[in-house]
């Protein structure tokens, strides 16, 4: 019976996530240590910003207090609108643009940015009236932003981000590093 339950478990099919997305990654980003970016690639090129599961956001039991698209006095992220099968009107976004700010319960503050350049598609509003779905569930209902890459660009925009594979080594070599306290 235990090979059967074993059989089973192996045989269980894929995530949506995992069977429909390329995860690329962004560690460390602008310097700051564990900020850890995830970009969700589908394969009509559009791709979801989530937040990496080692972002300390999602770790040591963080509470997000709020999180707010409003970047500067003249840019709020949620006055993005989008029309047409061009998505003409799109706010276009640079590899650092910054997307939301995320204050926690114990006041630290995180920018998350856009790691890509492309047109921003939408934000995700639903965080902002239940920021625990980014805790809950940051790769699917938590993800922050979706945005379009220019087609001419949609193979090259990679090219500064960490496979999944890639990543990981980072995250091995930085757990085993000590700790300063």
Known sequence: MDSE???D???EPPSIIDRYYTRWYRADMKGQPCEDHCILQHSNRICVVTLAETHPVLQNGRTIKT???QISNGCSRLNNKVSG???RGGQFLTDFAPLCRITCTDETKYTIYSCIRG???EVNENILERPNLLLEKPSTEG???V???KFEES???TENLLSRKEFERIVSKRDQQPQAS
């Open 9 to 11: 478990s192996e045989l």
């Open 143 to 145: 993800y922050i932003a």
């Open 147 to 149: 945005i379009l890459p």
């Open 5 to 7: 339950t074993q059989k």
């Open 85 to 87: 099968k061009s998505k």
């Open 155 to 157: 193979k090259s925009v």
């Open 119 to 121: 047109r921003l598609l």
């Open 67 to 69: 999180i707010n698209y």
